[in-house]
């Protein structure tokens, strides 16, 4: 084959790997208070932006239901500190997203909600998925059927040993559904918003791949879709059942989060 027809098939092929790498999904986890897990995301973050990715960011830290206000201050505002006031809600430590905010804000890059509220998840907690998704949504994601015995279960253990093991054996079917609510409102947002590429930043919990909003994906969504995660786990090896890639980070000087857990445990995950 001539040198010159090759060099012409290199280019057609590095073009079909860019359109391929430009609708990729990235599902991204996060320990919520760990300042080097939030610092080396970005970084991975601010890589793929230099090489032309412009995908939607889609952001566990704000709620559905401020979606119209996320959008008039992205229309409106010039920093993050904007945003936050407008869209942002209690209980997450702000200045760890301020980067991807402002980020967002130069490249113009869309940020969707992708949570459900505080109160709609503790409703899901109380009455059922009903209670806060629609009736297409829980058909779309199966969910007028009962959950699978074997990701129940999963969940369980997670809920179970993220709050010391201090729950009630009574709040794990609540805790477990609006942890579910939660990982499909997230894969509904990437359904939805996802053909030019996205950026999910959520929870270490959310983007495993055996339970969390991978597990809710399509296949054509899945196939295209890679889930990282950021934690302080001592294990040299990461499990590929459960993440693509496991980036340790150093373990965050904290206080022995066991100790604020009681009886009454809050819903969020």
């Known amino acids: 084959m ?14 079909c790997l860019s359109a391929s790498a430009q609708t990729s999904i990235y599902l991204l986890g996060e320990v919520h208070d760990n300042p080097n897990a939030h610092a080396q995301r970005f970084g991975f973050i601010e890589k793929l932006l230099a090489k032309g990715f412009k995908p ?6 704000f709620d559905r239901d401020k979606q119209a206000a996320l959008d008039h201050a992205m229309a409106s505002c010039t920093d993050a500190d904007c945003v936050i006031q407008e869209a942002g809600g209690r209980g997450w430590t702000w200045n760890f997203y301020k980067p991807v905010i402002e980020t967002a804000l130069k490249r113009r890059l869309s940020i969707v909600a992708a949570n459900v509220s505080t109160a709609d ?21 199966h969910l007028d059927q009962p959950l699978d015995a074997v990701l129940f279960d999963k969940q369980k253990q997670a809920i179970d040993e993220g709050h010391c093991h201090m729950l009630p054996s009574s709040a794990f079917k609540g805790m477990v559904n609006a942890q579910v609510a939660r990982d499909v409102w997230m894969a509904k947002t990437i359904r939805e918003n996802a053909a030019h590429g996205l950026i999910l930043l959520a929870g270490n919990g959310h983007v495993r791949k ?16 890679q889930a990282i995660a950021y934690t302080e786990d001592e294990e040299d090896a990461p499990d590929t059942l459960v993440f693509d890639r496991n980036n340790r980070v150093e373990p965050f000087e904290r206080d022995d989060p066991c100790e604020a857990f009681t009886r009454k445990t809050p819903v969020q995950a």
Do not use: C, N
């Open 2 to 15: 001539k040198p010159k027809k090759l060099a012409t098939m290199a280019v057609l092929a590095f073009a």
């Open 56 to 61: 939607v960011i889609a952001m566990e830290q």
């Open 121 to 141: 998840a503790f409703k899901i907690a109380r009455e059922g998925l009903a209670a806060a998704l629609s009736a297409e949504t829980l058909r779309d994601f």
């Open 210 to 225: 055996d339970i969390g909003v991978y597990h809710w994906l399509g296949s054509a969504e899945r196939a295209r879709t």
